[in-house]
């Protein structure tokens, strides 16, 4: 995998990788790249536009972390699995947070231990790291 | 007001109890918690004052509206509702029946069926060409009123059959698809779960962070304004003066449901008012 150069933008940063990867992954997928919500990148976005195992995904990420293009953050899922919250990584997980739960066929907020609750990581491109 | 001259006076209690308990200590001065109050109350044995109480302040409870057809058949739509009769007019011009729905809760030491019944309030609100329907919500779980081990509880009587029963007597649900989505596009409210239909499949969208549809996704809110909506919660504007923050609304069977107590009986009845202005 090519070395991370930290850029000002995320096309420039896209560009590299393009450029970089132009003879390894076909150009379809490094379109698909473009068209990810900055602020809303998934290891699997990764994942699947490279066609790599998930630990190189991750791994690409959590370098973009480290050199300070990406920020990290947690977000914590309602059992049902809708978002309730996004935190940063760097930060406690709240104690509890409000879900919808269905009772015969009426959805009712209720508060949740975050106890046992699924996480997923949610990467964003740094706002030091320029406009997009 | 047969029923409730009837009812025992733990029915009149739990009747009682499906209002907020600020609304209780208000209106009954009584000091204590809620059942208490209700207690107190139900003793006091006014069946004039617990009517008028009902027909007066049944929107601030939790409560399902339906908004149907007139039938064909000349039939009255409290036909459906079993063992029910009429209780009160409120103050505008609605009519309030007092059903009665019954359970039973199989209980343990030793082995038993436990009748527990429950008072139930429904109002019905006739319009030219269609009725506005509102059930109040009733206790999911009987169990806590067994007082003993429960090992389950069976309802004889539900809003379901109910509304079943409505639709084979020609009492048909109204498509509330372009009230609901009128007020949307006025911004009284955002979805930020919803169900929809496209044309092979069916689509649930749930918004992180309770996210407003419209606000956050406008192709997605473009996209559904044109299809059938189905379970949609919504949050109301923090600006509007009211104290419903959010409803659930499926607008292809006409039905609103409102989950939490209000702090004045005109809110939800102002949310239904909205959407049906708008609908026709």
């Known amino acids: 995998m090519t070395r991370v150069i930290q850029m000002k933008s995320f096309e420039r940063f896209l560009s590299v990788m393009i450029e970089r990867l132009a003879n390894l992954v076909p150009a379809a997928k490094l379109r698909a790249m473009k068209q990810l919500n900055p602020q809303r990148i998934y290891v699997e976005n990764v994942r699947s536009i490279f066609g790599t ?61 975050t106890d ?13 790291v320029g406009d997009f | 007001m047969a029923t409730l001259e009837a009812a025992d006076l733990d029915e009149v209690r739990r009747l009682l109890e499906l209002f907020p308990a600020s609304l209780l200590k208000e209106q009954f001065g009584a000091s204590g918690d809620k059942e208490q109050i209700c207690r107190a109350a139900a003793e006091r044995g006014d069946h004039a004052q617990i009517a008028e109480f009902v027909a007066t302040n049944l929107g601030r409870c939790k409560q399902h509206t339906y908004v ?41 030491d030793p082995f038993e069926a436990v009748p527990v019944n429950f008072l139930w309030p429904i109002r019905v609100e006739q319009r030219r060409d269609f009725k506005v329907l509102s059930f109040v919500v009733l206790e999911r779980d009987p169990s806590p009123f067994a007082n003993r081990p429960v090992i389950t509880a069976v309802r004889h009587v539900d809003e379901k059959q109910t509304v079943r029963a409505l639709n084979e007597l020609g009492f048909f649900p109204r498509d509330l698809n372009r009230g ?101």
């Not at chain 2, 149907?68 to 009519?95: K, P, T």
Request: proline share 4%; net charge negative.
């Open chain 2, 180 to 280: 609901v989505k009128a007020l949307w596009a006025e911004d009284y409210m955002d979805a930020f779960r919803t169900r929809f239909k496209k044309p092979f499949s069916t689509t649930t969208e749930i918004m992180d962070e309770e996210r407003g549809i419209k606000q956050n996704n406008p192709q997605l809110y473009e996209e559904v304004q044109r299809l059938h909506m189905f379970d949609t919660l919504f949050r109301v504007h923090p600006s509007k003066e009211t104290s419903v923050k959010h409803f659930n609304v499926n607008p292809t069977t006409g039905k609103i449901a409102f989950t939490s107590y209000s702090d004045d009986a005109g809110d939800t009845d102002e949310v239904v008012r909205a959407i049906l202005e708008r609908n026709d």
């Open chain 1, 116 to 128: 046992g609750l699924q996480r997923l990581e949610v990467y964003a491109l740094s706002t030091s």
């Open chain 1, 53 to 113: 195992p998930t630990w190189v995904a991750r791994l690409v990420c959590e370098t973009a972390v480290k050199h300070g293009i990406f920020v990290k953050n947690v977000q914590i899922l309602c059992p049902d699995g809708a978002v309730a919250e996004t935190v940063p990584a760097s930060k406690a997980i709240p104690l509890n947070v409000r879900c919808w739960e269905e009772h015969e066929g009426d959805l009712e907020q209720v508060k949740v231990s």
């Open chain 2, 68 to 108: 149907v057809s007139n039938s064909e058949l000349d039939i009255s739509v409290d036909i459906a509702f079993e063992s029910a009769d009429a209780l009160a007019q409120d103050g505008e011009g609605r009519s309030l029946f007092l059903g009665r729905v019954s359970y039973t809760v199989y209980v343990r």
